[in-house]
């Protein structure tokens, strides 16, 4: 809620209420920002791994590590630019279902695998244009809508697969989705990965249209105001968000050599919880893919050390769920604590201005975070 | 988005000290959990053989099922000899969930890795790797492709389990009618090549002529979807006369839904089933007779046979020979596969004989 | 059945008279649609398959509706705030584990005072879920994504491999889900009490019309006076309780619970409020609708295996009705605004 700011010019609070300037750009933002921290987390928990953990560094770490994280990084990716802008995509694990049913099917029919690989990548563009075309062209509430088609999709990738499995890709394909480059232990998609990294990272932060999905998230109106094409923007954000999902899809039927209809479920839930964690907020407006980066990693990298440790995947979930509250209950807290100093300060330094007019103003927004 | 009514905008330093908050929980969390990991589960028996570590990787944990094997496989894994025994696992029975628990073990160099695959296919490459790494690798309950382990441990001859399965229900239908399967999972292979086995022996022995197998359908091993596959069934051939479940959740399922139904004394139903999930459905009179092995027997002979690997008397070719603890001597048939002892069949008169 | 007192963004002055009657008759619409689909769907499968209506497939349908029908109710109640509750699966597996639990440690424990236990720990569920949203300020999206881990962890750190089977729990429970009073199982009576219950509720009470307000226009609803946050929070309360309610009526009707009972349900419910005709964005929508929505939705998988249609299709169905019940409701939408302009431009 915006009106919960609202002080009196009089008292002369801007300088404590009013918010810092945000216009830290390049650079200086992506060392100072929450992004940072992020990174910085990671890193430190590497370290712990490092010391605390046996076993934890090899490079094989590296290597497993990595291609375990492969699809949530992939699809985090345009996932960050579509909560940017105050949207949501719920079925793109769906869409990397229904690229590998289709795989599968296509493959065991006998076609060309380089034809396979095409046709399925196109079905996950067909699908985001899917979502695209009723979020920004209809107009329909994203999140109902990508309910909708997470049912849809899983439900096409049932309906053209069905019970079936099909493994039997060509082996130099699969070998080469698990491969290493050289004695690094890196896997060698990682060089896709990288690259689609960067152009969502550069597309988002170095260019006009990646500064005006922020404006986007921040008011649609404003950024109308300002001349961004809105529907068309949302269009091509959820079709890339496809395109990536599907290429998410081959990553997953190739390295597990399985085509399989429930392949990747529920991976929308852990993407969501990645993004968010890695400091993009729900809201819009808000968040980096550096950041994203190394909320994807911190999140993989907690995961693998607990399976190291031989930890119940019940502990898994508790962390992931509690990781999840903590990043964005633990803002609202301090926030809540920081206004109720500010308050006391307030009411303290100023013990001549009755409680009429000030805490009118706040005292309802204080009250409601109690 | 639009249906969030709190839009708070928040300062940098909130969101900063949220990641801080997060990463100390993070940390707390994983510290805490390590500790109770290390010390919970391993069972530190007499190391005979120094450090020799087995894990176990079922296909799913927190199956009731499963835990009876698991049960087994940590008897006969203390009794071998191993120093440190290990269950890892998904919550969840889906193909690539196990891959990265194979990774893991791999990582910690286990010198055996028992594995029940969800995906005879997905879990290879790990598997192989794991191997590349010098482990020793154990299927046992459902089979992976041969080329990815030294030996499979079966519960019981496949085309056993399935003839007494066709025999039970011939029996409860009276030799004629229709009947249908409810599995587990499409994928399962254990459960599939039973099916196999079924339907060949439905077509080919003269004294089932008169049966006809009219619907497969899968309850994925899910209490819920079972149920409500038996329930359509029963709805979409108003002629069933019996039902076949070859698996412990879906026969259970489906014995539910029949002695809260109708259909109760008119469908028959058999299949593989637990003695104490079934003993009531046994007692108000649902299920004549159905089947089981002694689930903690497999996990048994499969730690033995891991010992066995990594000692190098076996090297899982046909005619290798080891002993199983009390289980006696075991032979390796074709394709590496153990046979662990015959099915027993169970009624309401030996039923209570049996506890698990 | 009930009128329900609804607004639209485009529509400020719901407490307007004339307006009101116009807006009310119109948006009875938003149940209507589901309703004849469900009608078509019956009338359909009867025709090629008497059996779908004999004494036990209509009782089967009862069955196995009435527990999305109480979690979609509860779930309609916070959608309408214009928040979403995605924890009711794991909700609902606690609460059953712990109702096996129950009867498994106290042998002779009255089966009422399970009820209450079952839904005091739903309500305790919920409230957590409805404090963090309302006083942490932050989307209900993100905090219950957050307990649905959260509570799935603990129900499956509580419960391990262990399971309760229906043979551990009295007879008497279990024919809750099997005795018939006019041909409607008990538990499904369960289910049309609390439906009636909250229905009258929403439309009856101060509190109840809040909820729409609040989900029309939170800002607008806190000048108003509205105690949003309070009234929020008692949303999330009473989905917990319906959830908690849930999970004893699945310990009666199913066989065993355990660590995994009623996940991934969340989905199902949110989906049976949307094509109930629930706006996901708040302020519209009733309780009916979403009760009409579960059975639809129920109905279809029984529908599909009684025609012996190919049950892959049948998810992808779920999926297209769900967009389906988004654009009439955005149709419907647009032609109240548009009905509402013209009588605004009337009145002056």
Redesign the interface.
């Known amino acids: 809620m915006s009106n919960t700011v609202t002080t009196t010019p009089a008292l002369d609070t801007s300088k404590t209420l009013a918010a810092e300037p945000r216009g830290r750009t390049g650079a200086a933002r992506l060392l100072l920002g929450r992004d940072a921290v992020m990174i910085y987390a990671l890193l430190a928990f590497v370290l712990y791994g490092m010391i605390a953990i046996p076993r934890f560094a090899s490079p094989v770490t590296v290597g497993f590590l990595l291609l375990d994280v492969i699809p949530v990084l992939l699809i985090a990716l345009p996932m960050t630019l579509i909560i940017i802008t105050g949207e949501i995509d719920l079925s793109v694990a769906s869409i990397a279902g229904l690229t590998s049913a289709l795989m599968g099917v296509l493959w065991a029919a006998g076609l060309d695998i380089g034809t396979v690989l095409a046709i399925s990548l196109l079905a996950g563009v067909a699908a985001g244009a899917f979502n695209g075309f009723l979020v920004a062209v209809v107009g329909l509430p994203s999140l109902a809508v990508t309910i909708g088609t997470l049912a849809l999709f899983r439900g096409l990738a049932l309906v053209v697969i069905g019970d079936n499995a099909v493994a039997n890709f060509p082996p130099e394909l699969t070998a080469f989705f698990t491969s290493k480059l050289g004695g690094t232990g890196i896997p060698t998609v990682m060089i896709g990965v990288v690259l689609v990294a960067l152009f969502f990272g550069v597309l988002l932060h170095f260019t006009p249209f990646g500064r005006g999905l922020y404006a986007l998230g921040f008011s649609k109106e404003a950024a109308t105001f300002v001349g961004i094409k809105v529907a068309r923007a949302k269009f091509w954000l959820y079709v890339g968000s496809g395109s990536v999902s599907a290429l998410a899809g081959i990553y997953w039927t190739l390295r597990y050599s399985s085509a399989r209809s429930d392949n990747a479920s529920g991976l929308e839930l852990t993407v969501i919880a990645a993004v968010l964690l890695g400091g993009v907020s729900i809201f819009g407006g808000k968040g980096s893919i550096p950041g994203v980066i190394a909320g994807v990693l911190l999140i993989g990298t907690i995961n693998f050390a607990l399976r190291l440790g031989r930890v119940s995947d019940v502990v898994l979930i508790i962390v992931t769920g509690t990781l999840l509250i903590a990043s964005v209950v633990a803002p609202s807290v301090f926030e809540a604590i920081k206004r109720w100093q500010h308050n006391r300060r307030l009411r303290r330094s100023l013990p001549q201005v009755p409680a009429s007019g000030e805490t009118n103003a706040t005292a309802p927004g204080v009250q409601e975070r109690k | 988005?639009?249906?969030?009514?709190?839009?708070?905008?928040?300062?940098?330093?909130?969101?900063?000290?949220?990641?801080?908050?997060?990463?100390a929980?993070?940390?707390a969390?994983?510290?805490t959990?390590?500790a109770?990991?290390?010390t919970g589960?391993s069972t530190d028996g007499a190391a005979a053989d120094g450090d020799l570590s087995i894990t176990f990787i079922p296909k799913q944990?927190?199956?009731?099922y499963?835990?009876v094997v698991l049960g087994g496989g940590k008897d006969g894994a203390k009794q071998a000899g191993f120093a440190s025994t290990?269950v890892?696992?998904?919550?969840?029975a889906?193909?690539?969930s196990q891959?990265?628990?194979i990774?893991?073990e791999?990582?910690?160099?286990t010198n055996v890795i028992v594995i029940a695959a969800n995906?005879?296919?997905?879990v290879?490459?790990a598997l192989q790797e794991a191997r590349d790494a010098g482990a020793k690798i154990v299927a046992f309950d459902s089979d992976t492709n041969p080329k990815y382990r030294d030996v499979f441990i079966s519960q019981v001859v496949a085309k056993d389990v399935a003839l007494i399965q066709t025999k039970l229900i011939s029996e409860q239908i009276g030799g004629k009618g229709e009947i249908a399967i409810l599995s587990a999972?499409?994928?399962a292979t254990n459960q599939n090549e039973w099916i196999k086995f079924m339907e060949e022996e439905l077509a080919s022995n003269p004294d089932y002529k008169d049966i006809k197998l009219v619907a497969k359908?899968?309850g994925d091993d899910?209490?819920?979807k079972s149920?409500?596959?038996a329930?359509?069934?029963?709805?979409?051939y108003?002629n069933l006369k019996g039902i076949i479940s070859p698996t412990t959740?879906g026969i259970?399922?489906t014995?539910?839904y029949l002695?809260?139904?109708?259909?109760k004394g008119k469908v028959m139903l058999t299949g593989l089933g637990l003695p104490?999930?079934m003993?009531?459905?046994v007692k108000d009179g649902t299920v004549t007779a159905f089947a089981l092995w002694d689930p903690a027997q497999l996990g048994y002979v499969a730690a033995y046979a891991g010992k066995a690997l990594v000692d190098g008397d076996i090297t899982g070719k046909e005619g290798d020979t080891f002993t199983a603890g009390d289980m006696g001597e075991r032979t390796v048939g074709k394709d590496g596969i153990v046979i662990v002892g015959p099915p027993t069949t169970f009624d309401k008169n030996n039923i209570d004989e049996y506890d698990f | 059945m009930t009128t329900t007192p609804t607004s639209t963004p485009a529509a400020p002055e719901r407490e307007a008279g004339g307006g009101a009657r116009l807006l009310g008759s119109l948006l009875r619409l938003r149940e209507v649609p589901v309703t004849l689909a469900l009608i078509v769907l019956v009338v359909v499968t009867y025709l090629a398959n008497p059996l779908f209506l004999g004494a036990q497939g209509v009782k089967d349908l009862l069955l196995n509706a009435t527990i999305v029908i109480i979690l979609a109710v509860g779930q309609a109640l916070v959608i309408i705030t214009r928040n979403v509750d995605l924890s009711v699966g794991s909700i609902l597996g606690l609460v059953a584990f712990s109702t096996g639990t129950l009867f498994a440690t106290f042998p002779g424990i009255p089966i009422i005072v399970v009820f209450l236990a079952g839904m005091a720990l739903g309500a305790l569920l919920g409230a957590v879920n409805g404090l963090l949203v309302t006083v942490a300020k932050v989307p209900a999206l993100v905090i219950t994504l957050g307990t649905l881990y959260i509570y799935r962890g603990l129900n499956n750190a509580w419960a391990g491999g262990k399971q309760y089977f229906a043979g551990d729990r009295p007879d008497a429970f279990g024919s809750l889900s099997v005795d018939t009073v006019l041909g409607f199982p008990l538990i499904t009576l369960i289910a049309i009490v609390v439906v009636v219950v909250v229905a009258v509720y929403m439309v009856g009470t101060r509190p109840g019309r809040d909820l729409y307000a609040i989900g029309s226009d939170p800002a607008a609803a806190e000048l108003f006076g509205i105690p949003v946050s309070r009234r929020v929070f008692l949303a999330f309360l009473t989905n917990g309780v319906l959830a908690g309610l849930a999970g004893v009526l699945y310990a009666s009707r199913f066989n065993s619970v355990g660590a995994t009972t009623g996940s991934g349900l969340e989905l199902d419910v949110v989906a049976a409020a949307v094509v109930g005709g629930v706006a996901i964005f708040g302020g519209s929508g009733s309780v009916v609708g979403a009760a009409i929505g579960a059975v639809l939705l129920t109905t279809i998988t029984s529908a599909l295996t009684a025609l012996r249609v190919d049950k892959f299709w049948q998810q992808a169905i779920v999926g297209a009705l769900i967009l389906a019940a988004i654009i009439i409701d955005r149709i419907a939408g647009l032609r109240t605004a548009k009905k509402l302009r013209v009588s605004e431009a009337r009145d002056v």
């Open positions: 988005m639009e249906f969030i009514s709190n839009r708070a905008r928040k300062g940098r330093g909130a969101r900063r000290v949220s990641v801080l908050a997060a990463a929980t993070a940390f969390l994983v510290a959990g390590c109770t990991g290390s589960d944990l927190n199956n009731p499963t835990d290990q890892v696992g998904p919550l969840e889906s193909a690539s891959v990265s628990f990774n893991a791999t990582q910690a160099g995906d005879p296919d997905a290879g490459p999972t499409a994928n359908v899968y899910d209490d819920t149920f409500q596959e329930q359509g069934l029963l709805q979409a108003p959740v259970a399922a014995a539910r002695s809260t139904s109708d259909y104490n999930e003993r009531p459905f």
